[in-house]
């Protein structure tokens, strides 16, 4: 069974500061690999996806995440917060193998900006 | 392209009765996946629907359905609501299995 843990329900930081949200998967074969975005009322934008290949994932808004297999991780960075990025963000595991059950999610991560 | 679309945004039910949620996917996507989210529990994957087929489905009740047309679109039914069902009902869309999802804005479920 696949598994995803976001440390830290909430992450506060300046803006200007780096922004690092955590996450850690469990799956028994190689995963696809998702971050989310959710602003208030919305639904779910895509930031960056790893499937395969390079494993420093580059997505929109100056986001990245680099998977670690060794570590089986996939945190996701942003050099310079902008208070435009204060939203929640979910990180998400796919089954390469398929048959699965669809996307699994972490609990989320409500990243807060300080001005 | 236009994006994947819900219907209706908001809607309030009573205790017992049923309710369709609505899914227009993004044009050319063939495949539909249906997620519930509370505070509780958070994102849960309800099923997955390719080619008029359910392929996965989640750890929901038999009072949990749905079904794709085929022009992709696609339904959810939820019968004798219980309050626990309140939530967010979102429906993604992706070219075909395994590919990136792609979200709507959702249906807010209120039960009363």
């Known amino acids: 069974a696949q598994s995803v843990t976001q440390l830290g329900s909430h992450v506060s930081v300046s803006e200007g500061a780096l922004v690092l949200l955590r996450c850690n998967y469990s799956?028994?074969?190689?995963?696809?690999l998702f971050w989310y975005v959710q602003y208030p009322n919305q639904g779910l934008q895509l930031l960056l996806k790893y499937t395969t290949g390079a494993t420093l994932v580059k997505g929109i808004n100056g986001f990245e995440a680099e998977f670690k297999k060794s570590e089986t991780s996939f945190h996701l960075t942003k050099p310079s917060a902008h208070m435009s990025d204060a939203a929640e963000y979910f990180c998400?595991?796919?089954?390469?193998?398929?048959?699965?059950?669809?996307?699994?999610f972490g609990k989320g991560t409500h990243l807060i900006i300080q001005p | 392209k236009a994006g994947v679309t819900q219907t209706p945004r908001y809607l309030i039910k009573t205790r017992g009765q049923q309710v369709t949620l609505s899914c227009s996917p993004i044009s050319g996507h063939r495949s539909v996946s249906w997620y519930q989210q509370t505070p509780g529990q958070g994102l849960q994957f309800l099923f997955e629907y390719f080619s008029e087929t359910q392929r996965n489905k989640g750890n929901f009740p038999g009072r949990f359905s749905g079904r794709q047309f085929s022009n992709s679109r696609s339904e959810m039914n939820v019968s004798t609501l219980e309050l626990g069902d309140s939530a967010l009902y979102l429906c993604?869309?992706?070219?075909?299995?395994?590919?990136?999802?792609?979200f709507g804005p959702g249906t807010r479920l209120l039960v009363l």
């Open positions: 993604a869309s992706s070219p075909s299995l395994l590919e990136t999802q792609y």
């Open positions: 998400a595991v796919q089954y390469s193998g398929g048959g699965a059950d669809g996307l699994t």
């Open positions: 799956s028994s074969v190689p995963p696809y």
